[in-house]
């Protein structure tokens, strides 16, 4: 595995194809038809298959691409001139865990955790570098999952190809899709539904909405309350995009799950999985990123804010909501990342329509 002397290097182990296991809750990573394999080693991490140089105009524009200021007047005019972060989702990874920016340490905290890297040898003797992250739905029995992806465009420098070409039905229109979607009954523990991202591309947004509407598991009397733990972490992404001027995220994902076992017929005490305390759903009216979200103004609803009104008592619903996906990353040139934030909103109002969270 290749490293670019700015960010630090990470420990390569090698695995055979015996080791690991394939992962059985994933949904989403296809490319080109084909479901790439994540797998899951013995201590419990996951093995996510990198794809190694990911960003072709990586290192080919300027030497020193760090962003601009807003008020800058060399400001670019268009994504087609932006410069990629790092050449691939590794090197983004590195760079997270070194870097000592605010925003950067938000966005730490909203993403899965990072344990470097491993290459796994397959059948015919390729060494095939993985990334290794914790696994999100640790300890749940039934695990329901949702992959989002995120932006009207998928587009980034290189792949001219994706400019103007929609893979999703709802891309445009929402500015997300859904790419996988897996969700179990609450009470029998049976597979309501199972959707791949060839199914995905089809769907409507009537079909996306009926989808989302399903993982919320409205016969439920915890649905309410799961829906509020959804939503309140996605504000705290949502005032990270506010805040931050540094990165735009291109074909990045956001990954929801919670465990149907734990969906009682009573009232659930909403708390963070055992070693990760950023999956909490209520901090003391505080985000789970340790944020106070204040969404700015917008055209026809507003946005929520985060409360601290969750009075519930019983058994415990652990909700986690990140974002996935960051191979291809650019550098904003001050700018906000309107592509991921549009989707973003959109995504919060559907959560949000029978919570009704209050600014």
Known sequence: VSHHPRFSLTCVYFYTMSDPTPYRHQVGGWHKGIQSCVLKDKEGLILKPLKLNA????????????????????????????????????????????????????????????????????????????????????????????????????????????????????????????????????????????????????????????????????DSSSSIDLQKAVVTQLLCIHDWFLKQRTYKIRCGSILILYDANQLGNGQQTLQTATGDPLTAVVNGGLGVCGCTPKPQPMTGDPLPAANSDLEMCGHTLTVTVKMIDFAHVLYSDGERDENYIFGLENLIKFFNKRVNIKR
């Open 55 to 218: 960003n072709p105009t990586y290192g080919q524009k300027d030497s020193n691409p760090m962003p601009r200021s807003s008020t800058s007047d060399s400001r670019k005019d268009s994504d087609e001139e932006l410069n990629p972060v790092c050449k691939d989702e590794l090197e983004f990874y590195q760079h997270l865990q070194t870097s000592s920016s605010q925003e950067d340490v938000m966005l730490k905290s909203l993403v899965p955790r990072f344990f470097g890297s491993r290459e796994v040898v397959v059948e015919d003797g390729t060494a095939v570098p993985h990334l290794v992250l914790g696994d999100l739905a640790a300890g749940f029995q039934l695990p329901c999952v949702v992959d989002i992806k995120m932006g009207r465009t998928f587009y980034y420098p290189g792949k001219e190809q994706y400019k103007n070409k929609v893979k999703y039905a709802t891309q445009r229109e929402l500015g997300f899709c859904l790419t996988g979607l897996r969700v179990f009954h609450h009470k029998n523990g049976h597979l309501i539904t199972e959707l791949r991202p060839d199914a995905c591309k089809r769907l409507t947004v009537t079909q996306v909405f009926e989808g989302l509407e399903m993982f919320c598991q409205s």
